[in-house]
């Protein structure tokens, strides 16, 4: 991924806290309740694409059902992203099970023109056991969109360019640009709603590195260059850890760690 190269020793470790069965770090989190529920973030340059032509989004989900109670389109919930009519940037998707396009677990990350109408993007699609946590990553560079799960990239796709033969092309082209749209967690423009656990939300003005990627997985290290905000969603606010773009929850139920 043609992206800024790794600078060994700047990470810094997210504090680890006790450990749960999974193996994972247990933290404190906002639980979504499906049908109001959310975080808002104003808009900044540094959460669009356009702006530094990259982006990175990271976040641990922990989907509480396959069949969300409040969907759009052909069954789907876009659980974060920034955009709204005339001003569409980026989002995140999951599909419900039994939706119009047949798929079912899909987790996918998209980039928009302003104006809306069809994204290009990457995803996965694996079956998804409800209560689990998952560690999602969406990137794009200034052509290209990237998905990872769990540390592992699993699809990289050409929203613009010719690209090289190395990602999917479309038939379509994106050129995203930066707008006024809130960032949204939880949802995106309101129009349906994530039912389940989020935390630890990320968000770099640049594309991370694979290696950077691996390494916030598996060792839960930040790379710090590029970081525009951070949200452990913890102590019951959506307080930005790098102080500049706080956000406020609205409706979502704070769950400490225990």
């Not at 700047?10 to 770090?25: I, Q, Y």
């Not at 998804?128 to 999602?136: C, F, L, N, R, T």
């Amino acid at each position: 991924m043609p992206a800024p190269a790794r600078q060994p020793g700047n990470e810094r470790t997210a504090t680890a806290g006790k450990v749960g069965n999974s193996g994972l770090p247990m933290a404190s989190y906002l639980r979504f309740d499906g049908v109001r529920s959310y975080v808002e973030i104003p808009s900044s340059n540094v959460f669009s694409l356009s702006a530094g032509g990259g982006i990175t989004v990271s976040a641990w989900i922990r989907p509480a059902t396959l069949n969300f109670p409040s969907t759009e389109g052909s069954g789907y919930v876009h659980w974060m992203g920034k955009g709204e009519k005339g001003r569409y940037e980026w989002v995140f998707r999951m599909y419900s099970q039994g939706n119009a396009e047949n798929r079912g677990n899909r987790i996918s990350f998209y980039v928009f023109n302003a104006q809306g109408g069809e994204g290009v993007g990457s995803y996965f699609e694996d079956a998804i056991v409800p209560g689990q946590w998952i560690h999602v990553v969406g990137v794009a560079d200034s052509q290209r969109t990237y998905m990872y799960k769990n540390g592992e990239l699993r699809r990289c796709d050409q929203y613009r360019g010719s690209g090289d033969g190395t990602c999917v092309k479309h038939p379509i082209q994106v050129d995203p640009e930066a707008g006024s749209a809130p960032v949204r967690i939880g949802t995106r423009d309101l129009k349906s709603f994530f039912k389940g656990d989020i935390r630890e939300v990320r968000i770099w003005d640049r594309a991370l590195t694979g290696s950077e990627i691996s390494g916030l997985y598996s060792r839960r290290s930040v790379p710090p260059k590029g970081l525009a905000a951070e949200y452990l969603l913890t102590n019951g606010t959506a307080r930005d850890t790098t102080g500049a773009h706080n956000g406020a929850i609205f409706g979502a139920s704070w769950i400490p760690q225990t």
